[in-house]
C-alpha cells in the first residue's frame, strides 16, 4: 500500500539551529500539505502545495520557515533558526489533485528544539 | 469563520463497552466531513468520511458515524471497544472558501481494562 513517507521520524536540535523536514507523497498525488500540531492540539496547515506551487502558505511563519516541492514530488520543510515554540509534530499529508478532500498522512517528524 | 467543536478532551471507557465521540460543527451547506485517529507518536488515518447520501456512514476498524444536519453533528461511534482503539480522535470539515481542512481539537480515548 503506498504511503507518505517522512524523515526523520525524530530529530532534536538546539535553539539557532537549523533544521530540515523530508516528505515523498504518495505517488501521482500533486496536492502537498505540511502541517504542525502541538501536543494536545489538531493540526495546522503551514502550506499547501499544487505541484511545484504554493497554494497557500498564509500560516507560514515567513521570517524563520521555508517550504520548497521543486519538482512537484517530494518536499522539504526548513526552519531556521529554530525556537523553543516551534517543538511540535510536523505532519506532511497528500492528496491527488486540489479540492480532492481525504488527505494521507505520513507518520510525521517530532522535532524537540532545546 | 467554520469551526469544529469537540467537546469532549478525555473519554474513558472499559474496553468492550460502547463509544460515542461528539463533533459539532459551524457551516451553512451540507459539509464535507472526515474523522481521523492518531495513536501516539504517529500520524493521522483516515476513519471515515461523509460528503453525501445516506447519513450513516461505516468506516474502518468496526467505526462509524451518523451525519445530523438538525443538530450540526458528526459523531463517531463503536458498539464494543478495544484496548488498540486507545488514541487521539479528531474530527475534520472541508473548508468551504479554499478546500483545506478544518480540524477540531481532538478527543483523547483511554480505554480502562
Known amino acids: 500500500e503506498a504511503e507518505v513517507a517522512q524523515s526523520p521520524r525524530y530529530k532534536i536540535t538546539e535553539k539557532s539551529q537549523a533544521v530540515a523536514f523530508w516528505c515523498d507523497p504518495i505517488?501521482?498525488?500533486?496536492?502537498l500539505y505540511w502541517y504542525r500540531q502541538i501536543l494536545g492540539q489538531g493540526p495546522e496547515l503551514l502550506v499547501q502545495?499544487?505541484?511545484?506551487?504554493?497554494?497557500?502558505d498564509s500560516q507560514l511563519p515567513k521570517d524563520r520557515f521555508s517550504a520548497e516541492r521543486l519538482k512537484g514530488v517530494d518536499s522539504t520543510l526548513k526552519i531556521q533558526p529554530a525556537e523553543l515554540g516551534d517543538s511540535a509534530m510536523y505532519l506532511c499529508?497528500?492528496?491527488?489533485?486540489?479540492?480532492?478532500?481525504?488527505?494521507?498522512f505520513g507518520q510525521g517528524t517530532r522535532l524537540t528544539v532545546v | 469563520a467554520q469551526s469544529v467543536t469537540q467537546p469532549d478532551i478525555h473519554i474513558t471507557v472499559s474496553e468492550g463497552a460502547s463509544l460515542e465521540l461528539r463533533c459539532n460543527y459551524s457551516?451553512?451547506?451540507?459539509?464535507?466531513l472526515f474523522w481521523y485517529v492518531q495513536s501516539p507518536g504517529q500520524g493521522l488515518q483516515l476513519l471515515l468520511k461523509?460528503?453525501?447520501?445516506d447519513t450513516l456512514v461505516q468506516g474502518i476498524k468496526g467505526f462509524e458515524a451518523e451525519f445530523k444536519r438538525s443538530q450540526s453533528s458528526f459523531n463517531l461511534r463503536k458498539p464494543s471497544v478495544h484496548w488498540s482503539d486507545a488514541a487521539e480522535y479528531f474530527c475534520?470539515?472541508?473548508?468551504?472558501?479554499?478546500?483545506?481542512?478544518?480540524w477540531g481539537a481532538g478527543t483523547k480515548l483511554i480505554i480502562k481494562p
Open positions: 499529508a497528500s492528496s491527488p489533485r486540489t479540492g480532492d478532500t481525504e488527505a494521507f
Open positions: 505517488s501521482g498525488h500533486a496536492t
Open positions: 502545495f499544487q505541484d511545484e506551487s504554493v497554494v497557500d
Open positions: 457551516y451553512g451547506a451540507t459539509p464535507y
Open positions: 461523509y460528503f453525501s447520501g
Open positions: 475534520a470539515v472541508v473548508s468551504d472558501s479554499n478546500y483545506q481542512l478544518i
